[in-house]
């Protein structure tokens, strides 16, 4: 059967275009406008080609802001999504208990950003703070607003409560759609715990585990409210990571152009690995 | 390889079933003979599958006790009974190669890797696998999927029974007969305990050398497809087996006499009925003679089938399906004979016996 060629369907996509071209990419092209050139009072702008970017990728600020930016979403990734896969795996399949196990899961992903900082801000004081206070009075030396190590351990900690029911929403969802006779076989197959994981329910939930790696990495990359709320940045510039290192260029410093450049290979990176970790993980699946 | 007995098996999936209804198998008592090759046969939510899961283990039964060769098996699992099976839609561990797919049941149970290649490229032979074998088995087609899983099933030469839970649902028509021609060798090969699940008269007919016809819940008869065809035991059998099904009418019986509601004629012998049972009379479609004499029908239509016409009628009101060669055909003033000793007399949907 010959199928008649017709594109002008693509006329419908039309105000779509238009409206992710106002939202996004005249945006972002002010972005790219700052970036190359160089900025003065009274709205006076000069051409500058590749000199912002040269500039921000030799500079040390920007090359620690992003060691502590990929080591932070490193670890919040090494610890998430395997703690989130074995939440899944030990919460319930059915009944009154499962819907309590999600709605308990669900709870830290409905508190924003800025509250999630300001309460750990205070519960990890040292002097008044339950974790602070408690972690002190067993011994342990711990000031978050002193000491990079729990200014560290603070931030992770409170990533990880308030992320890794993401990963285990999505790997529980997973989990469930495999299908009863999975389990059944594997028991006629005399398959232990261990292998049902890893040759039954892993496979399945790749898909899912993709997913939330992605969603994982790309807002850890981008994580910005929390740790401000909580140390600032600090101490010194310990937990600066890049979108703080961005927002103190752009806003606080009014290094425009440096910003621009910063925001641009900020954002292609984001992508980059994004792009990577996609085509390395569904590489040889059909369709 | 085992007899498997089943004793007094009752099963439900409520908590405390207080009423017959409550169980989704009734009363299952019977013997699966060492080395027999078995179909159980029924409608969609009969318990087939239910009676197939509590053998193999992965359902604990409510009520009652499972031996193989007279040791209780009650309370093990699956893999404490050594028993295969082959689920209806196929099941294979993706990310595994065809040869590890087979290889798997096999590993689990710590069979040396020599005894797991020989086994392994043995029954992917005897299933045309081999040239998939180095093949992951995500990929395959849906029937080349439920070979593996078949495969799976029958690479353990060990097993106390094979269990297959419909398995040719998702198979092409054409492969579908290869491959019960297949389970059948294998059978004979092997002579391991079978039981076969399947919904389709035809498969569990070729297959089995017994056939267990299960409806709601309760075994209705066990027989050779013979049996099920000259004396279902059961309306529902007569219903069930053959197509069309067997007649089923209305039916007054006094002595000898039986009366379809101005119609009387003489049965073979006097049916041995208790007082104020409902009684039907059953006759197969193929032991009806259409002809001049008996008694009058009134004909709606014929049917074509190829090697044979379905006459569908009316006695007395109640549709009857008649059989007749493929160059006969219906007279003007049809009346049907039925044969004598092929009449079932039915009481309460139970066949009873003729005496003299």
């Given at each position: 059967?010959?199928?008649?060629?017709?594109?002008?369907?693509?006329?419908?996509?039309?105000?779509?275009?238009?409206?992710?071209?106002?939202?996004?990419?005249?945006?972002?092209?002010?972005?790219?406008?700052?970036?190359?050139?160089?900025?003065?009072?009274?709205?006076?702008?000069?051409?500058?080609?590749?000199?912002?970017?040269?500039?921000?990728?030799?500079?040390?600020?920007?090359?620690?802001?992003?060691?502590?930016?990929?080591?932070?979403?490193?670890?919040?990734?090494?610890?998430?999504?395997?703690?989130?896969?074995?939440?899944?795996?030990?919460?319930?399949?059915?009944?009154?208990?499962?819907?309590?196990?999600?709605?308990?899961?669900?709870?830290?992903?409905?508190?924003?950003?800025?509250?999630?900082?300001?309460?750990?801000?205070?519960?990890?004081?040292?002097?008044?703070?339950?974790?602070?206070y408690t972690l002190n009075?067993m011994g342990f030396d711990?000031?978050?607003?002193?000491?990079?190590?729990?200014?560290?351990?603070?931030?992770?900690?409170?990533?990880?409560?308030?992320?890794?029911?993401?990963?285990?929403?999505?790997?529980?969802?997973?989990?469930?759609?495999?299908?009863?006779?999975?389990?059944?076989?594997?028991?006629?197959?005399?398959?232990?715990?261990?292998?049902?994981?890893?040759?039954?329910?892993?496979?399945?939930?790749?898909?899912?585990?993709?997913?939330?790696?992605?969603?994982?990495?790309?807002?850890?990359?981008?994580?910005?409210?929390?740790?401000?709320?909580?140390?600032?940045?600090?101490?010194?510039?310990?937990?600066?990571?890049?979108?703080?290192?961005?927002?103190?260029?752009?806003?606080?410093?009014?290094?425009?152009?440096?910003?621009?450049?910063?925001?641009?290979?900020?954002?292609?990176?984001?992508?980059?690995?994004?792009?990577?970790?996609?085509?390395?993980?569904?590489?040889?699946?059909?369709? | 390889?085992?007899?498997?007995?089943?004793?007094?098996?009752?099963?439900?999936?409520?908590?405390?079933?207080?009423?017959?209804?409550?169980?989704?198998?009734?009363?299952?008592?019977?013997?699966?003979?060492?080395?027999?090759?078995?179909a159980l046969l029924g409608?969609?939510?009969?318990?087939?599958?239910?009676?197939?899961?509590?053998?193999?283990?992965?359902?604990?039964?409510?009520?009652?006790?499972?031996?193989?060769?007279?040791?209780?098996?009650?309370?093990?699992?699956?893999?404490?009974?050594?028993?295969?099976?082959?689920?209806?839609?196929?099941?294979?561990?993706?990310?595994?190669?065809?040869?590890?797919?087979?290889?798997?049941?096999?590993?689990?149970?710590?069979?040396?890797?020599?005894?797991?290649?020989?086994?392994?490229?043995?029954?992917?032979?005897?299933?045309?696998?081999?040239?998939?074998?180095?093949?992951?088995?995500?990929?395959?087609?849906?029937?080349?999927?439920?070979?593996?899983?078949?495969?799976?099933?029958?690479?353990?030469?060990?097993?106390?029974?094979?269990?297959?839970?419909?398995?040719?649902?998702?198979?092409?028509?054409?492969?579908?007969?290869?491959?019960?021609?297949?389970?059948?060798?294998?059978?004979?090969?092997?002579?391991?305990?079978?039981?076969?699940?399947?919904?389709?008269?035809?498969?569990?007919?070729?297959?089995?050398?017994?056939?267990?016809?299960?409806?709601?819940?309760?075994?209705?008869?066990?027989?050779?497809?013979?049996?099920?065809?000259?004396?279902?035991?059961?309306?529902?059998?007569?219903?069930?087996?053959?197509?069309?099904?067997?007649?089923?009418?209305?039916?007054?019986?006094?002595?000898?006499?039986?009366?379809?509601?101005?119609?009387?004629?003489?049965?073979?012998?006097?049916?041995?009925?208790?007082?104020?049972?409902?009684?039907?009379?059953?006759?197969?479609?193929?032991?009806?003679?259409?002809?001049?004499?008996?008694?009058?029908?009134?004909?709606?239509?014929?049917?074509?089938?190829?090697?044979?016409?379905?006459?569908?009628?009316?006695?007395?009101?109640?549709?009857?399906?008649?059989?007749?060669?493929?160059?006969?055909?219906?007279?003007?003033?049809?009346?049907?004979?039925?044969?004598?000793?092929?009449?079932?007399?039915?009481?309460?949907?139970?066949?009873?016996?003729?005496?003299?």
């Amino acid at each position: 059967m010959n199928k008649t060629q017709n594109n002008k369907a693509w006329f419908l996509v039309l105000p779509v275009l238009a409206i992710v071209s106002l939202n996004a990419i005249v945006p972002l092209m002010t972005v790219v406008n700052y970036s190359v050139q160089e900025t003065f009072g009274n709205n006076l702008f000069f051409f500058e080609g590749v000199r912002w970017f040269r500039e921000v990728l030799d500079s040390e600020r920007f090359q620690d802001s992003l060691l502590r930016q990929f080591s932070f979403t490193g670890i919040i990734l090494a610890i998430e999504i395997p703690l989130g896969v074995a939440i899944a795996l030990s919460m319930p399949k059915k009944g009154i208990w499962a819907s309590v196990c999600l709605v308990l899961m669900s709870l830290p992903l409905l508190i924003p950003w800025n509250v999630v900082g300001a309460m750990w801000n205070i519960f990890a004081l040292p002097d008044i703070g339950l974790l602070g206070y408690t972690l002190n009075a067993m011994g342990f030396d711990y000031n978050f607003t002193r000491q990079a190590i729990s200014a560290w351990f603070t931030v992770i900690l409170m990533d990880v409560w308030h992320w890794t029911s993401l990963v285990v929403l999505l790997a529980y969802a997973g989990l469930r759609s495999i299908d009863d006779s999975y389990y059944q076989a594997a028991r006629i197959d005399g398959a232990s715990k261990w292998a049902v994981f890893l040759y039954i329910q892993l496979p399945k939930l790749k898909h899912v585990l993709t997913l939330a790696f992605l969603l994982r990495f790309i807002d850890s990359f981008m994580i910005y409210t929390e740790p401000f709320v909580l140390t600032g940045g600090g101490p010194g510039n310990t937990t600066t990571f890049l979108s703080i290192d961005l927002v103190k260029s752009a806003l606080g410093e009014f290094n425009l152009g440096a910003a621009g450049a910063m925001s641009l290979i900020y954002f292609l990176m984001t992508l980059l690995v994004c792009w990577l970790f996609y085509t390395l993980a569904m590489r040889g699946e059909e369709r | 390889m085992a007899r498997i007995d089943l004793q007094h098996l009752k099963h439900s999936y409520i908590e405390n079933p207080m009423v017959e209804d409550d169980y989704a198998l009734k009363e299952v008592h019977y013997t699966w003979e060492d080395g027999g090759a078995y179909a159980l046969l029924g409608p969609s939510g009969c318990g087939k599958t239910t009676l197939l899961n509590i053998i193999s283990g992965l359902l604990r039964v409510s009520e009652g006790k499972i031996l193989f060769d007279g040791k209780d098996v009650t309370a093990l699992q699956p893999e404490g009974r050594n028993i295969a099976q082959v689920f209806q839609f196929p099941v294979v561990y993706d990310t595994m190669s065809v040869h590890d797919n087979l290889a798997f049941p096999l590993r689990n149970r710590g069979v040396d890797e020599d005894e797991v290649k020989r086994r392994v490229s043995e029954t992917l032979d005897m299933l045309d696998l081999t040239k998939w074998s180095e093949k992951k088995a995500r990929g395959l087609t849906a029937d080349v999927k439920q070979k593996i899983s078949l495969g799976r099933g029958m690479v353990r030469s060990d097993v106390n029974a094979i269990l297959f839970d419909e398995p040719l649902t998702v198979i092409d028509p054409h492969l579908k007969w290869q491959l019960r021609s297949q389970l059948k060798l294998l059978h004979k090969q092997f002579g391991h305990t079978m039981v076969y699940v399947t919904h389709d008269q035809t498969e569990a007919l070729t297959f089995a050398d017994k056939v267990v016809v299960m409806y709601e819940g309760e075994i209705v008869q066990i027989g050779t497809p013979e049996e099920l065809f000259e004396r279902p035991s059961h309306t529902f059998v007569g219903y069930f087996i053959g197509s069309p099904g067997m007649n089923v009418l209305p039916v007054n019986i006094e002595g000898r006499t039986a009366r379809i509601g101005g119609t009387e004629f003489e049965l073979a012998g006097t049916p041995e009925l208790k007082p104020g049972v409902r009684t039907d009379l059953g006759i197969r479609p193929e032991f009806i003679v259409l002809g001049e004499k008996g008694i009058p029908v009134s004909v709606q239509k014929v049917e074509d089938v190829g090697h044979h016409k379905i006459v569908r009628a009316a006695i007395e009101g109640q549709d009857i399906s008649i059989v007749i060669g493929e160059s006969a055909s219906v007279p003007a003033d049809p009346h049907v004979v039925f044969d004598r000793e092929r009449v079932s007399i039915y009481a309460d949907d139970w066949r009873v016996e003729m005496g003299g």
